[in-house]
């Protein structure tokens, strides 16, 4: 079994970490207009509390939103094995999900991109965001096209050899 990590790979960072790291930017950019509207009324003379208190929990709602999808959607890892492959995202990553493994229908090179079909989905995967490029692509045209008896493993490698 082969395993690559992106450049979004949170490591060995706690899920807390990962996710308080990544929600820094979306809470900043949704707290703004909040900001400049309070900062506007107290120049005016008029009391921001009520608008911040309103606006302020939807900001971070909407921020936390944003953080979450971001990360449910972000590919750190890939797993291949002969006839299938598996993706984890970086909220996978981050909980030590387990590894679901589809079948690998297509694998497609486009300048800069790979495309791989994984059960009933196309993945897209940047040159710049997958180290050692050509490796990935061997391990993916080969998973295509070699197949096993053997069952793909349940966990990634770094688990199952750490809970021996």
Known sequence: MSEFRS???????????VYAGALVTPLGTCMLPFMIMATVQVLQG????????????????????W?????????????AYPGMAALRTIDDVARD????????????????KIHLTLGHETHTLLDQEWPDQETLLEALRSARYDRTDQPPPSRSSHTSSLSR
């Not at 990360?71 to 797993?79: F, G, K, T, Y």
């Not at 229908?105 to 800069?112: H, K, L, Q, S």
């Open 46 to 65: 008029i009391d921001p509390l009520p608008h911040v208190a309103i606006g302020a929990p939807i900001a971070f709602m909407i921020a936390i939103g």
């Open 97 to 112: 999900g387990s590894l679901n493994w589809q079948p690998v229908f297509d694998v497609r090179e486009a300048p800069g």
């Open 7 to 17: 450049v979004h790979h949170p490591g060995d960072a706690s899920a807390v970490r």
């Open 67 to 79: 953080t979450r999808f971001r990360l449910s959607s972000r590919i750190a890892e890939l797993h």
